[in-house]
């Protein structure tokens, strides 16, 4: 059965999509069957799979409204190699649809009751706003990874994030626990980020996972070409910071 995962912060510009992408590419790599799930409606996860968001006969907008299944509206991303649940311009109508309607925050869960089977990872792209669509992730999901950049403002979104995770796993997902913080766009010359680092680890402890995802051209380079950035350039120190990164998720689950 697969492990449902989020990647969420309340904040924006934090690379939860470049975690996503490159994350499933990793573990594509390693060999597990990775299916990714965007449901940000800007569809850059989708873009950035190599999976073009205008092109999509199906998306996540159709299994959330219970008009498609997960087995009929994914696609494969031959280049990536896992498989895309995209999110095209109608998912934006969803939170609006999904308002009035039953069960409206587990929906993505009792879709992906039928297909977790044909998984090890499932991973799920959650938008910066604390939405109906965010809420379907986090109902749906085992665990989130936080990506956060090691500045200030980051442990004031993070406060935001750990409290809603609490009212979800209180209310709505008794299995809803957070995974692990990542550390991203990291860049040791900067003090700061070293202090915060350091705060990160002493106050979280082994949720701070041990890789550490430095800033890197070649990561940010990647979405021009629709590639995870571990695809793009497998030698850059970003791309081999998140295979690395996939290598540690395996173990961790291991362990759980």
Do not use: W
């Not at 991303?77 to 498989?83: A, F, L, N, P």
């Amino acid at each position: 059965m697969a492990k449902v995962f989020c990647i969420a912060n309340q904040k924006g510009g934090v690379g939860k999509t470049t975690t996503t992408v490159n994350l499933a590419a990793g573990l594509a790599k390693v060999g597990q069957r990775v299916l990714m799930i965007d449901l940000d409606p800007q569809g850059n996860a989708t873009m950035g799979s190599g999976v073009d968001k205008r092109k999509l006969e199906m998306s996540v907008y159709d299994v959330l409204l219970e008009s498609a299944s997960i087995a009929e509206a994914k696609v494969h991303s031959e280049k990536c190699g896992y498989d895309v649940l995209g999110a095209s311009r109608d998912l934006a109508g969803a939170e609006v649809e999904l308002v009035a309607i039953e069960r409206r925050e587990t929906r993505l869960k009792l879709a992906l009751a039928d297909a977790a089977s044909s998984y090890d990872f499932v991973l799920i792209d959650c938008p910066p706003s604390l939405s109906m669509l965010t809420l379907n992730g986090l109902c749906a999901a085992n665990g989130v990874i936080v990506p956060m950049q090691c500045e200030y403002f980051a442990l004031e979104g993070l406060t935001d994030l750990v409290n809603t995770i609490k009212q979800v796993h209180a209310n709505l997902n008794k299995e809803l626990v957070v995974i692990g913080l990542l550390r991203v766009m990291f860049d040791p010359r900067i003090t700061l980020q070293q202090q915060v680092s350091e705060q990160l680890k002493s106050h979280f402890a082994e949720k701070v996972f041990n890789t550490v995802i430095p800033r890197n051209v070649r990561l940010a380079e990647a979405p021009s070409y629709g590639l995870p950035g571990v695809v793009f350039d497998p030698a850059a120190r970003g791309s081999l910071a998140y295979l690395q990164f996939a290598e540690e998720m395996v173990q961790r689950i291991k362990s759980m």
